[in-house]
């Protein structure tokens, strides 16, 4: 067989020999996406009327789906047809015009115990009906958060793939001058906001590593000067450290299945 295949080879590249040396060329100068066109109205309340909170959500929607840089949403000034109700069937022939492939609507607003209810629909202007949609309550501090769990929605029902922007982003923050240079371990969302830190800078920290469920950092820490690795507990901020080895623990990661770590030990400088 391995003969054989040989044989063909050659026969095939005999056969081409004499127009081996021919070139295509190909001037490739830029790739060009078209950002889809979307109108993202702003939430309305109980009563119907466009709500303070709805704006806020649907402002963070929209700069999350317009990051990305494969949506445009559409200026609301242009909006032919008031924000409705998620419940409340849109009437297409008032946003085809405006060249939307979607529309996205829906309620939101504090509830007499304090809780934030809401409640989306995403439409498909084209086809005309409803791909996704959802809705539930959470605290009031969590409006970000849902905000981009429900651009996340929007951005997997256009792409195909799975939206990002409801991930967190931990590292290493520095300041201070170079000779007293300060590390603590931070973490914010993928814009930006929520910003806080974690450790205070007493210890010098490096390569922190979210577990599976981001609700962990496993990190080093070098505490008195003896470099280990510990892990953090987000919801807590309950540090610990992991294991009582002989030597330096170093370059955590985390197993797939979040139940295990795993990282290195240097013993004796080896």
Known sequence: MFLRLVTVIATCFGLFGNIAHAQLRIDITEGQVAPTP????????????????????????????????????????????????????????????????????????????????????????????????????????????????????????????????????VYVAESGSQSRRLKRLAIMDQDGHNHQFLTSGADLVLTPRFSPTANEIAYLNYFNDEPNVYLFEIATGRTERLGSFPGMTFAPRFAPSGDKLIMSLAQNGM
């Open 38 to 169: 979307i109108a993202i109205a702003n939430f309305t309340g109980p009563d119907g009327v466009v709500s303070e909170v709805g704006k806020q959500i649907a402002q963070i929607i929209s700069e999350d789906l317009e990051s990305s840089g494969l949506f445009a949403p559409v200026d609301s000034a242009a909006f032919i047809e008031p924000p409705k109700a998620p419940s409340i069937r849109p009437n297409f022939t008032n946003w085809s015009p405006l060249g939307v492939k979607g529309l996205l609507v829906g309620s939101a607003y504090v509830d007499s115990a304090g809780m934030l209810q809401v409640e989306f629909v995403l439409w498909d202007v084209v086809i005309q009906r409803n791909i996704t949609g959802g809705g539930g309550n959470a605290d009031q501090n969590a409006i970000r958060r849902i905000s981009h769990q429900i651009a996340d929605f929007v951005y997997e029902e256009f792409t195909g793939d799975r939206g990002y922007f409801d991930t967190r982003v």
